[in-house]
C-alpha cells in the first residue's frame, strides 16, 4: 500500500516529532489534537526540530543559510495542523499518539473509524495497551496495528511493528514498509507487556529506580553517574521527566503487574504524578523546568 497522505493524531511529546518524520520523507501529513494550544506546541516542535537538522547541514557548508531556510518552509508546509476530523478523510495511514489510557485510544480508535477511508490503516502509537482491544473499537480489527517510536522520534530509528490477534499480515506488512519509507527500521514483535524495548529498557531503570527509593541517593546523582560513565546518554530519572512521568509510572505498572518484582514502580515518581508534576510537558518533575 502506498502512503500518499497520513495523519497523526494527538500533537504532545511524541506527536509533534512523529508528524516531523513523517513530512521530512515527503509525505504530507495532517496532525490532530483537541485544543489549539496542542497543535500549535506540536507544530512549534516540528519546526524546532527541523531547524535544528538544517542548522548542522549549514554548518557543515553542505547548504545555504537560504536553502536551509527554505527547507524548513517546504518541510512545515507538508504538516497540516487541525482540530477536525474532517480532515482525515483522505488519509491512508494514521499513527495515535492520544495519552496512554485504553478509554481514551478506543474512543479515539472508534472516531478513526467513522473519519477515515475504509482502506486506511489505524496505528497505534501505545507504550504496551493491548492492540486487540484497541482494534475491538473499530469495524476493521485486520487494520489496526501497533507503531511504536521511541522518544525523541526525529532520532531513535526503530519502530516496533506490534501484530494484534486480529491484524491482517498485510496491515503489519503496510506498516512495515511505511516504517521504512519514512527511514525508519521496523521490528516486528507480537503483542505482550513491554513488547521488546521497554521490557529492556525498564528492567534496567528498575533497578536503578529501587536502588534511589531504598538508599536515598538523590536521583540527580544517579543520573549524573549514569551519563558521566556514558552508560546512556541521560539517567532513568531526568528520561522520564523528558518522556512524561504519568507514561512512565503507567508503563511500569504494567510490567510489575506482568512480570512480578523482576520490575519496580518508583515510589517518587507514584508521588510526582499524584501531584499532577509530569515531567518537562508540565514544568516539574524530578527536575524543574522553565517555560
Ligand atoms: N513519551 C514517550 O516517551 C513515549 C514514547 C513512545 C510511545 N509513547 C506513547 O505515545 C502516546 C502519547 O504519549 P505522549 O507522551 O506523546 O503523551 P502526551 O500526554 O505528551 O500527549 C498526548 C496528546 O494527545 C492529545 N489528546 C488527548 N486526547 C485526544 C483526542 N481525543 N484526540 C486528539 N488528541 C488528543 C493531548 O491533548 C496531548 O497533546 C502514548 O500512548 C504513549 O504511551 C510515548
Redesign the pocket.
Known amino acids: 500500500m502506498f502512503v500518499f497522505k497520513a495523519a497523526v493524531?494527538?500533537?504532545?511529546?511524541?506527536?509533534g516529532e512523529i508528524a516531523q518524520v513523517i513530512a521530512a520523507a515527503g509525505v504530507p501529513v495532517v496532525l490532530?489534537?483537541?485544543?489549539q494550544r496542542?497543535?500549535d506546541?506540536?507544530l512549534a516542535k516540528a519546526r524546532e526540530v527541523t531547524q535544528g537538522q538544517v542548522a548542522k547541514l549549514v554548518a557543515k557548508e553542505r547548504i545555504t543559510a537560504e536553502q536551509a531556510e527554505a527547507q524548513v518552509e517546504t518541510l512545515l508546509g507538508r504538516i497540516q495542523g487541525t482540530l477536525a476530523y474532517e480532515d482525515l478523510g483522505d488519509v491512508d495511514f494514521v499513527v495515535?499518539?492520544?495519552?496512554?489510557?485504553m478509554a481514551?485510544?478506543q474512543?479515539?480508535f472508534s472516531?478513526l473509524d467513522a473519519a477515515t477511508p475504509g482502506h486506511a490503516v489505524l496505528a497505534?502509537?501505545?507504550?504496551?495497551?493491548s492492540i486487540t482491544e484497541i482494534g475491538d473499537a473499530t469495524s476493521r480489527p485486520d487494520k489496526v496495528v501497533g507503531f511504536?517510536?521511541?522518544?525523541?522520534?526525529s532520532l531513535m530509528r526503530l519502530i516496533e511493528v506490534v501484530e494484534g490477534d486480529e491484524t491482517s499480515p498485510e496491515t503489519a506488512q503496510a506498516a512495515a514498509a511505511f516504517a521504512q519509507a519514512i527511514r525508519r527500521m521496523p521490528v516486528r514483535c507480537g503483542e505482550c507487556p513491554g513488547f521488546v524495548v521497554n521490557r529492556i529498557l525498564m528492567s534496567l531503570a528498575a533497578e536503578m529506580w529501587r536502588y534511589q527509593d531504598e538508599s536515598g541517593v538523590s536521583a540527580e546523582a544517579i543520573d549524573e553517574y549514569v551519563a558521566d560513565q556514558k552508560l546512556a546518554p541521560m539517567g532513568p530519572f531526568r528520561l522520564a521527566d523528558?518522556?512524561?512521568l504519568?507514561?512512565?509510572l503507567?508503563?511500569a505498572r504494567d510490567m510489575v503487574e506482568a512480570y512480578g518484582d523482576r520490575f519496580y514502580v518508583h515510589q517518587g515518581m507514584e508521588a510526582l504524578v499524584a501531584a499532577g508534576h509530569?515531567g518537562r510537558?508540565s514544568g516539574k518533575g524530578f527536575y524543574a523546568y522553565d517555560g
Open positions: 493524531v494527538g500533537a504532545g511529546t511524541m506527536g490532530k489534537d483537541i485544543d496542542f497543535v506546541a506540536g495515535e499518539a492520544v495519552p496512554e489510557k481514551i485510544k474512543t479515539v472516531e497505534s502509537n501505545t507504550s504496551g495497551l511504536h517510536f521511541f522518544w525523541p522520534a523528558m518522556t512524561g504519568d507514561t512512565g503507567k508503563v509530569l510537558k
